[in-house]
């Protein structure tokens, strides 16, 4: 499984957009690239997954460069309920994939 | 969205006792749960892989006697703590994976059991 590098942590204010990313320099031709979202005392949220370029939906973007071997979480306009530590995850989705977690990113939003 | 619950949400044992945490998947099959193991401050260790109808598969460090898993149904996993002591207590996350949606990567994470050993 390809190892993930995060950023320990980060601090940001209500309203800015806040960029996470992970590095995975040894990313294999078919992982996938997925981000949760942990709250204190709560099993991890899934927010997006890709695999190459841009995906967006409701909550987040995610942007993949070209050679894969970094991705970064957009959050656009985070609030105080954004505070929460976020995990990048590569695997090879579907029945073999294993989710492997790193140290993952503490945001911290402050108001 | 796919739900799995955990059960119970919180538990206190007296140290040698064994606890039993439930982990279902409400609306969806799923033939692998994972089991993790989390300590405060710190990250998702993934403690083992549980296989419906097979041995479950653990990681290395894992003490396969200690922490029993049984995967009986498709809905159903469970995950005993024997003979456990202060430094089990800790929070227990499983996870699972919709197989009916052949297009679907997501992990579905249950809720977390804190389990304190006294």
């Known amino acids: 499984l390809a190892k993930t590098t995060q950023p320990i942590s980060m601090d940001s204010y209500e309203g800015q957009e806040v960029n996470i990313t992970c590095s995975h320099n040894?990313?294999?031709?078919?992982?996938?690239i997925t981000w949760y979202q942990q709250f204190p005392s709560q099993g991890p949220r899934f927010i997006i997954q890709g695999y190459k370029t841009k995906v967006t939906n409701e909550v987040a973007s995610l942007f993949i460069p070209a050679d894969r071997k970094s991705s970064t979480l957009s959050l656009p306009r985070v609030s105080l309920s954004d505070t929460a530590v976020y995990y990048c995850?590569?695997?090879?989705?579907?029945?073999?994939?294993?989710?492997?977690f790193g140290r993952g990113t503490s945001l911290i939003v402050h108001p | 969205g796919a739900v799995v619950s955990q059960h119970p949400s919180r538990v206190i044992c007296k140290s040698g006792t064994s606890v039993k945490i439930e982990c279902r998947s409400l609306?969806?099959?799923?033939?692998?749960m994972f089991w993790y193991r989390q300590f405060p401050k710190q990250s998702l260790m993934l403690m083992a892989t549980?296989?419906?109808?097979?041995?479950?598969?653990?990681e290395q460090g894992v003490e396969k006697d200690k922490f029993l898993i049984n995967h009986a149904s498709l809905t159903l996993s469970t995950l005993t703590v024997t003979s456990a002591h202060p430094e089990d207590s800790s929070f227990y996350i499983c996870s699972a994976r919709d197989l009916g949606l052949a297009h679907s990567y997501e992990q579905y994470f249950g809720p977390g059991t804190r389990l304190t050993v006294t």
């Open positions: 040894n990313i294999a031709t078919n992982d996938y």
């Open positions: 549980s296989n419906e109808g097979s041995k479950a598969t653990y």
């Open positions: 609306d969806f099959q799923a033939t692998t």
């Open positions: 995850l590569v695997g090879l989705s579907g029945g073999s994939y294993i989710p492997t």
